[in-house]
């Protein structure tokens, strides 16, 4: 057990898992890489970034993930759309960056307008260059064991609990959530270590009895606080992946605060680590997407690349 991301919570036994930390030294070994391989094939690895809309949320992502992709030496590529746009054209611009030979990653922003067909859009990136790990074909090998672009949120995860915890073979993990984003490939990624792995939704009978079973839980749910305290066993590893804003009239009229998934005093109390919101999962989804890039990058050129 390692523990060299993780601090102790301030009056409770649990260990906070310092997501932000870890991604700041994933990004620098990344950077690393990425100068190495851009001088093997001549150019920066490039990622192509596709953003339809004005969602205040899914600007903000995009404009951190560009200031990253550019801190980390890499190129980044911007593609803004308006609101209208149709999925015709939206399917064009992808075709064109499929086959252009400088984009190493393509990442369109979700959510899409209602008049675009998400699956559609996704599934018409090349698996190749689908850094978010979205296409049906990595999904698939993710599911046999095959080389894959991972999503990049359940990676983030499974290096978190990895670097807590070392090795994950033989613990009984339970996943709440079971989404094509996070849900599903999260399971994958803990049965690929060995877990005992357990999927647990909505219609779960008893959702806190197999919750409270896990040595590794997972929340994945998008409901703010609602995993507590007698949902976890005592020193359970407890990864919060939800990002929710709630109103905090406390700080004055209209005003949020963020929240996870998890009511982490509670759970805190009682597991043995657990991943703040915000500071936890959230930078490590962005770190692994440079990762994803770099990777695919990489393989596109055939060239080998240190462990990240």
Same mark, same amino acid.
């Given at each position: 057990?390692?523990?060299?991301?993780?601090?102790?919570?301030?009056?409770?036994?649990?260990?906070?898992? @310092?997501?932000?930390?870890?991604?700041?030294?994933?990004?620098?070994?990344?950077?690393? +890489?990425?100068?190495?391989? +851009?001088?093997? %094939?001549?150019?920066?690895?490039?990622?192509?970034?596709?953003?339809?809309? @004005?969602?205040?949320?899914?600007?903000?992502?995009?404009?951190?993930?560009?200031?990253?992709?550019?801190?980390?030496?890499?190129?980044?590529?911007?593609?803004?759309?308006?609101?209208?746009?149709?999925?015709?054209?939206?399917?064009?611009?992808? @075709?064109?960056?499929?086959? &252009?030979?400088?984009?190493? $990653?393509?990442?369109?922003?979700?959510?899409?307008?209602?008049?675009? @067909?998400?699956?559609?859009?996704?599934?018409? %990136?090349?698996?190749?260059?689908?850094? &978010?790990?979205?296409?049906?074909?990595?999904?698939?090998?993710l599911a046999t064991g095959q080389d894959a672009l991972v999503p990049c949120t359940p990676y983030g995860c499974l290096m978190l609990l990895q670097?807590?915890?070392?090795?994950?073979?033989?613990?009984?993990?339970?996943?709440?959530?079971?989404?094509?984003?996070?849900?599903?490939?999260?399971?994958?990624?803990?049965?690929?270590?060995?877990?005992?792995?357990?999927? +647990?939704?909505?219609?779960?009978?008893?959702?806190?009895?197999?919750?409270?079973?896990?040595?590794?839980?997972?929340?994945?749910v998008g409901r703010p606080e609602m995993i507590t305290g007698d949902f976890i066993k005592p020193g359970a590893t407890v990864i919060d992946v939800?990002?929710?804003?709630?109103? +905090?009239?406390?700080?004055?009229?209209?005003?949020?605060?963020?929240? $996870?998934?998890?009511?982490?005093?509670?759970?805190?109390?009682?597991?043995?680590?657990?991943?703040?919101?915000?500071?936890?999962?959230?930078?490590?989804?962005?770190?692994?997407?440079?990762?994803?890039?770099?990777?695919?990058?990489?393989?596109?050129?055939?060239?080998?690349?240190?462990?990240?």
């Amino acid at each position: 057990m390692t523990q060299t991301g993780a601090t102790q919570a301030p009056t409770t036994g649990a260990a906070v898992i @310092d997501g932000k930390a870890f991604s700041d030294r994933l990004v620098t070994r990344v950077a690393d +890489a990425a100068s190495a391989l +851009a001088a093997r %094939i001549g150019r920066a690895p490039a990622l192509a970034v596709v953003l339809v809309g @004005d969602n205040p949320a899914s600007a903000v992502y995009v404009r951190n993930k560009i200031e990253r992709t550019t801190a980390a030496g890499m190129r980044s590529i911007e593609r803004r759309l308006d609101a209208t746009t149709g999925q015709d054209e939206l399917l064009a611009i992808i @075709d064109e960056l499929n086959a &252009d030979d400088g984009v190493d $990653g393509i990442l369109v922003q979700l959510p899409l307008p209602p008049q675009i @067909d998400e699956a559609a859009v996704i599934n018409a %990136i090349s698996p190749d260059k689908d850094v &978010d790990g979205f296409h049906v074909v990595n999904a698939g090998r993710l599911a046999t064991g095959q080389d894959a672009l991972v999503p990049c949120t359940p990676y983030g995860c499974l290096m978190l609990l990895q670097d807590h915890l070392g090795d994950l073979s033989g613990l009984n993990a339970v996943v709440v959530g079971r989404s094509n984003i996070v849900g599903k490939p999260m399971a994958q990624l803990l049965v690929q270590q060995s877990c005992t792995v357990t999927i +647990a939704h909505s219609r779960t009978r008893d959702l806190q009895a197999v919750c409270a079973a896990a040595d590794i839980l997972v929340a994945a749910v998008g409901r703010p606080e609602m995993i507590t305290g007698d949902f976890i066993k005592p020193g359970a590893t407890v990864i919060d992946v939800g990002i929710n804003r709630v109103p +905090a009239p406390e700080r004055g009229e209209g005003k949020f605060r963020l929240t $996870g998934d998890v009511d982490f005093a509670s759970a805190a109390a009682v597991a043995g680590a657990i991943t703040p919101v915000p500071g936890g999962v959230g930078p490590m989804t962005i770190a692994c997407l440079l990762r994803n890039t770099l990777v695919a990058a990489a393989r596109r050129f055939d060239a080998e690349l240190a462990d990240l």
